[in-house]
């Protein structure tokens, strides 16, 4: 028997999910994708050969959809997950596994709004899924057993690395790599605006930061790879990096990104908060 999966909601982190599992050999056949628009049905139809159906036409759309589902995804904003499960939870296989994407969202609050016993996994995606170099937390619920962690892999295996977690650390997750690659971005950002206190152009300060901060991210994404050997052996002794890095040192620069990505964490915890006192 064919896997039937359904995404509810499929916006670009939704589809660079799916792209991936498409493109590690699931059939489109067996993958059903919920939306609002029509406009955005058609589109995924279209683009994947998946059965696209727009909920602003047929309102009982992601109930109907996930009927003999055996994963559901989860792709609305955090803000609507609860509803959904509840708009979902009576049409429901007892058995199939329900993965939430989205952030700051527990499993408590999942568990609550479906059918007790319905297996249920939280992910923590980050957005490089898009170019099939991403990184998932995965944390299993309470009634998840091997088989349905199993499922969730297979869902993100084709996007990136997946990662088994306790829920405790889904918060340290969302901090380093689900926001890490905003610091990446903000990194090559102030790379460009230093290179153009040089004097450099802005359009040649943009492409030294941009492919120099890409460059040496495929170095890292090496088998084996380790950053601190790859600093290392960049800054020569009395060289200009070591200049850098001591700079950087002296500044405090490794605290304040640990302050960050503390800060970080923080926000997401009281995410959590506000959308369970809803």
């Known amino acids: 028997m064919m896997t039937k999966i359904v995404f509810l909601g499929c916006g670009s982190m939704g589809e660079a999910i799916l792209a991936g599992m498409l493109a590690a050999g699931t059939s489109p056949q067996s993958v059903v994708v919920t939306v609002r628009r029509p406009e955005r049905a058609h589109e995924l ?69 479906l059918n007790p016993g319905q297996p249920v996994v939280r992910s923590m995606p980050n957005t490089p899924l898009q ?48 926001s890490g690659p905003a610091y990446a971005f903000y990194l090559a950002e102030a790379m460009a605006a230093a290179a153009a ?3 450099l152009s802005p359009e040649i300060a943009q492409i030294l930061a941009r492919e120099t901060v890409a460059g040496a991210g495929i170095m890292l994404a090496e088998p084996g790879a380790n950053a601190t050997a790859l ?12 200049q850098a890095i001591a700079s950087f040192d002296r500044d405090g620069l490794p605290a304040i990104i640990s302050t960050g990505a503390q800060a970080a964490a923080a ?10 006192a809803k």
């Open 131 to 178: 170019v099939g170099r991403g990184v998932v937390a995965l944390s299993a619920g309470s009634s998840a057993d091997e088989h349905h962690l199993a499922a969730a892999h297979s869902v993100f295996d084709g996007s990136g690395v997946v990662l088994d977690i306790p829920e405790d650390q889904q918060n340290a997750v969302s901090a380093i790599s689900g």
């Open 267 to 276: 926000r997401a915890a009281a995410i959590t908060e506000e959308l369970a």
């Open 231 to 242: 600093r290392r052996a960049v800054t020569s002794p009395n060289g200009t990096t070591e």
């Open 45 to 113: 139809a279209t683009r994947h050969g998946v059965t696209a159906l727009a909920s602003n036409e047929e309102a009982e759309a992601n109930a109907e959809a996930v009927v003999g589902a055996n994963v559901v995804i989860l792709g609305v904003k955090p803000v609507g997950i609860v509803d959904l499960c509840r708009e979902i939870a009576g049409a429901l296989d007892s058995n199939a596994v329900v993965i939430s994407v989205a952030a700051a969202v527990s499993l408590a609050q999942l568990e609550g709004a």
């Open 197 to 199: 206190e040089f004097g």
